[in-house]
């Protein structure tokens, strides 16, 4: 690696006192530049990035779930939704781990499978072969979840990714509940799971049941090619070139064509035309809302915590103050008495904006948090007349969970 | 099983494709981040050793770094600024959070006793060179935390006085302004030692 050889602000200085500092200080640069990552760890750390990029699969950007950014031009909230397609990661210890449970796993709502919430569906429907069976359907106060698989019909082709990408779920007063995101798994051997949550902050009235239609306009999904493709392949992917409409029954295909590595060289993407309605009844089942209403100023910028809603599978805070006209990224840390935020097992955070609250996100079960809770928020944005980035905060919230 | 293709390791980092050129191949090239992880590995692990009580920690933290800057790379914007000083700034973050959460307070040793050589020196090399670290570790013991970080950013992680200020939410020319203070500072402490 070159080394900078700029090492004193003041260039032309030739104090004797100076340059002794300044080549104490490079002569413990490079004994500290002689040391490398132990190798027991670099093989660990190498294994677990590339586990974490074999769960990832970028098929379009638009899909990823921004954890701490909101950009000017977005001042709505987020249709976020995290594509994260399972494939083989590690050997026989997945094997017997369904589709199902690991797309619930990794949003965070595992507990619905092992504590068995929600309601059973195990409704299909078919179009062009392509059979989508809504597994399980759950609704809280924060969210409502889908869970559904895709079985392709039986060809040579190998198809993955499966998915209802443009999902939409109303309720019975016609009312569209936003995407917030899915996660999608995919192993040859078993059909592609989806688990898919919509923002359910606009139910109210704590009903005991509510009535959806969840409609499916159609399903992508990525297909092996066995020849070379006749176009040259895309670098980046480029956008999606599929149409959003065709016949029922139909199917579409991209003809942007990708390598995708060795074990795919040749793919392509492919659209299934619907559309496909289930209407599906389903418990509410509720959380707990603590209004916080306090108020912490930093740095010339007062916020309010306004509230937080703690649900089975995810815990909401609600925060008002920021302005929504500046471009910053925001972070914000939940923590209580010996845990936090991070030690949820398959728990992501999200940030967005919305209705001029700044709502953080933890997917996960705090239900069993009782106590003294901490929130703390963290910002960087750059006004319009600073052309650097600035610091905003801490913004620290001290509240008791009952 | 779907295999997953692997990540290759062997980058040259002084001649191989710029970091928004990687950055921008990620989404479709997992491989890609297997070169930015190459390019930086090094150069964070040094910053973390400096900022944890053990080997074990900085390695640790090593992977929560790049496994948060790999989970958030759609997030890193050019125009705010090079990878470097984004990447940088993960790693602060995780320090800090990694000593609030384990221990109340976390020496910082710059050259920690075991990156310290065992060398086969002659003596008045190995005079010379434990004369200077015990001059540097004297002076480290009087400077507060942001003050041992900025030396830390230039002296061994090599960063640009524009990188640090990125990194640590400055301006460049405060960065540098900084810089000059603290120099000048440990220089008047130098002498008066003398």
């Known amino acids: 690696m070159k080394i900078s050889k700029d090492r004193c602000p003041e260039k032309g200085d030739s104090d004797i006192d100076l340059e002794v500092i300044v080549n104490d200080l490079d002569h413990m640069g490079q004994l500290c530049r002689s040391a490398i990552v132990p190798p027991q760890h670099e093989a660990r750390v190498v294994r677990a990035l590339r586990e974490r990029a074999a769960e990832r699969s970028w098929q379009d950007t638009s899909r990823w779930l921004p954890r701490h950014l909101f950009a000017r031009h977005r001042p709505l909230a987020l249709a976020a939704a995290v594509v994260v397609s399972l494939v083989a990661i590690v050997g026989g210890a997945y094997a017997t781990v369904s589709t199902l449970s690991r797309v619930s796993k990794m949003s965070g709502a595992d507990n619905i499978l092992t504590q068995n919430l929600g309601t059973h569906v195990n409704r299909s429907h078919t179009m062009?072969?392509?059979?989508?069976?809504?597994?399980?359907?759950?609704?809280?106060?924060?969210?409502?979840?889908?869970?559904?698989?895709?079985?392709?019909?039986?060809?040579?082709?190998?198809?993955?990714?499966?998915?209802?990408?443009?999902?939409?779920?109303?309720?019975?007063?016609?009312?569209?509940?936003?995407?917030?995101?899915?996660?999608?798994?995919?192993?040859?051997?078993?059909?592609?799971?989806?688990?898919?949550?919509?923002?359910?902050?606009?139910?109210?009235?704590?009903?005991?049941?509510?009535?959806?239609?969840?409609?499916?306009?159609?399903?992508?999904?990525?297909?092996?090619?066995?020849?070379?493709?006749?176009?040259?392949?895309?670098?980046?992917?480029?956008?999606?070139?599929?149409?959003?409409?065709?016949?029922?029954?139909?199917?579409?295909?991209?003809?942007?064509?990708?390598?995708?590595?060795?074990?795919?060289?040749?793919?392509?993407?492919?659209?299934?035309?619907?559309?496909?309605?289930?209407d599906i009844t389903v418990p509410f089942e509720g959380g707990r809302e603590v209004d916080v209403h306090q108020q912490v100023r930093a740095g010339g910028t007062t916020l309010t915590l306004e509230r937080v809603v703690i649900s089975p599978t995810e815990t909401r805070a609600y925060?008002?103050?920021?302005?929504?006209?500046?471009?910053?990224?925001?972070?914000?840390?939940?923590?209580?008495?010996?845990?936090?935020?991070?030690?949820?097992?398959?728990?992501?955070?999200?940030?967005?904006?919305?209705?001029?609250?700044?709502?953080?996100?933890?997917?996960?079960?705090?239900?069993?948090?009782?106590?003294?809770?901490?929130?703390?928020?963290?910002?960087?944005?750059?006004?319009?007349?600073?052309?650097?980035?600035?610091?905003?905060?801490?913004w620290t919230f001290h509240f008791t969970v009952p | 099983m779907r295999e997953v293709h692997g990540m290759a390791l062997s980058i040259d980092r002084d001649h191989g494709p710029d970091d928004a050129a990687l950055i921008q191949a990620v989404p479709v090239d997992p491989a890609a981040f297997a070169a930015l992880y190459a390019r930086y590995r090094d150069r964070v692990y040094w910053y973390l050793r400096t900022r944890t009580a053990s080997t074990d920690d900085a390695a640790d933290l090593l992977q929560q770094v790049f496994l948060q800057a790999l989970d958030r790379i759609d997030q890193y914007k050019p125009k705010q600024g090079p990878f470097v000083a984004w990447l940088f700034g993960i790693a602060r973050h995780a320090a800090s959070n990694h000593n609030r959460r384990r221990r109340p307070t976390v020496p910082w040793d710059l050259v920690p006793e075991v990156l310290r050589p065992i060398s086969d020196d002659d003596p008045e090399s190995q005079a010379l060179h434990n004369e200077s670290l015990a001059r540097l570790s004297d002076v480290f013991a009087s400077l507060d935390a942001d003050k041992r970080e900025l030396l830390v950013l230039r002296y061994i992680v090599d960063l640009s006085f524009a990188e640090i200020g990125l990194t640590v939410g400055k301006s460049e020319a405060a960065a540098r302004q900084q810089m000059s203070r603290l120099l000048r500072s440990l220089k008047e402490q130098h002498r008066e030692d003398l």
Request: glycine share 12%.
């Open chain 1, 128 to 278: 062009a072969g392509y059979t989508v069976t809504v597994k399980r359907v759950y609704v809280d106060s924060n969210r409502v979840l889908i869970a559904y698989t895709i079985h392709p019909p039986a060809t040579r082709k190998r198809q993955w990714n499966l998915a209802a990408d443009n999902l939409k779920v109303t309720t019975a007063s016609g009312v569209a509940l936003p995407n917030r995101g899915y996660v999608n798994a995919s192993e040859i051997g078993q059909p592609d799971a989806t688990l898919q949550w919509f923002d359910a902050a606009s139910v109210t009235g704590d009903p005991k049941e509510l009535h959806l239609r969840l409609t499916v306009p159609w399903i992508d999904g990525m297909e092996h090619l066995p020849a070379p493709p006749t176009s040259q392949p895309s670098a980046t992917g480029g956008p999606h070139g599929l149409p959003t409409s065709g016949l029922y029954g139909s199917i579409a295909t991209d003809p942007a064509n990708r390598p995708n590595g060795v074990q795919d060289p040749y793919m392509h993407d492919f659209r299934v035309f619907g559309p496909l309605s289930f």
């Open chain 1, 319 to 394: 925060v008002s103050g920021f302005n929504s006209k500046q471009s910053h990224s925001v972070e914000g840390n939940l923590s209580g008495d010996g845990w936090t935020d991070e030690d949820i097992d398959g728990g992501s955070t999200g940030v967005w904006y919305s209705n001029g609250m700044t709502v953080f996100s933890y997917l996960g079960s705090f239900m069993n948090k009782h106590g003294a809770w901490t929130l703390t928020v963290k910002s960087t944005f750059t006004a319009n007349e600073t052309p650097n980035p600035v610091s905003g905060g801490p």
